[in-house]
């Protein structure tokens, strides 16, 4: 009590300088700039919403959805984490990528600029002839790509991709790709995908 008193009669008295906030200035800059901190503000810290890249994917059955996924993030992770059923998914055939989740994608020839380039010789491009050949076969189209292949960036916010079809392919012993793509499983539902059960 005794100290806030004598606050007050410090105050009284203007002995105690303003208190300024504290403002950085590089070399060249107007410390007597009123207007200096208005113009510039304060630095703002990348959130999660900057991250975030909005891509419209077209399912099998027609019905559009708005896929929200993170720069940096694969379009097969995107697509899993919303939930589409596991109908439409397959391994990647790659000799160390057989972990991962792929999906048959049709991407507009206006995105092709921006969808990463697979050497055709490396060991991705092996991968990805032999799942045009063995699991998307006569459904290929020029625009077809898979998934894993596409890493989410700024510049493929906006961009609309349809589910491409495959051969019928047997993801579980219990049922088997069939035309059927309203499947309540969902990707990772099971711990593990029997791909020749």
Excluded: C
């Excluded at 589409?84 to 206006?110: C, L, R, S």
């Excluded at 045009?132 to 998934?147: H, P």
């Amino acid at each position: 009590m005794a100290l806030r008193a004598l606050g007050r009669q410090l105050r009284s008295l203007n002995l105690l300088p303003a208190v300024q906030p504290a403002r950085f200035f590089g070399a060249g800059a107007h410390h007597d700039d009123e207007h200096e901190e208005e113009e510039h503000g304060p630095a703002q810290t990348p959130t999660v919403f900057d991250k975030l890249v909005e891509v419209t994917v077209v399912d099998m059955n027609g019905i559009r959805h708005r896929v929200r996924g993170l720069q940096g993030q694969s379009l097969a992770q995107a697509l899993v984490e919303y939930g589409f059923p596991d109908t439409y998914f397959f391994p990647n055939m790659g000799f160390y990528t057989q972990h991962i989740v792929d999906a048959h994608v049709f991407v507009p020839k206006e995105f092709w600029g921006k969808v990463q380039n697979v050497d055709p010789e490396s060991d991705d491009g092996l991968a990805v002839k032999r799942m045009f050949r063995d699991i998307v076969q006569d459904y290929q189209r020029d625009t077809s790509f898979f998934a894993s292949y596409i890493t989410l960036g700024a510049e493929h916010n906006g961009m609309t991709v349809g589910i491409g079809p495959i051969k019928p392919w047997i993801l579980h012993s219990e049922w088997a790709f069939a035309g059927v793509h309203d499947s309540r499983n969902k990707q990772f539902d099971k711990p593990t995908v029997e791909i020749w059960g």
